[in-house]
């Protein structure tokens, strides 16, 4: 499975971003996906993920009710929506995906990863 993610720039305070994670290769309905991110200076943290099967979704406390998970099937493609921007959410954000159905937050239970992209939000 390889993943492409995109979307990532540079924006404002209060802005929205909406990340894009597309999955290609040998993918089957039944897998994870997560997306992580990571702060200059500081370790990657889980931010979201989504059960590809059921549409259920689980998010860090730090972004709650400002980002939200979705999935187009057809085209393969999951995506973060990123409300209400604020400079503590500047980093570089990864998507990765792992076989099965159930959620995941731990970095090391994601088995593939994508390059990732760059969001900076500024004050």
Do not use: H
């Not at 702060?39 to 979201?48: I, Q």
């Not at 972004?63 to 057809?74: A, G, L």
């Not at 503590?88 to 994601?110: F, H, M, P, Q, W």
């Amino acid at each position: 499975v390889q993943l492409q993610a995109s979307g990532g720039g540079l924006v404002q305070a209060g802005d929205s971003l909406r990340l894009s994670c597309a999955a290609s290769g040998r993918t089957t309905s039944s897998y994870v996906m997560g997306w992580f991110r990571q702060a200059p200076g500081k370790e990657r943290e889980f931010v979201a993920t989504l059960s590809w099967s059921s549409g259920r979704t689980y998010y860090a406390d730090s972004v709650k009710d400002r980002f939200t998970m979705s999935r187009d099937v057809v085209g393969n493609t999951g995506y973060l929506q990123m409300n209400s921007l604020t400079p503590e959410d500047t980093a570089v954000y990864y998507c990765a995906a792992r076989r099965g159905k159930y959620i995941a937050r731990l970095s090391e239970e994601y088995e593939y990863w994508g390059q990732g992209t760059e969001v900076t939000v500024s004050s």
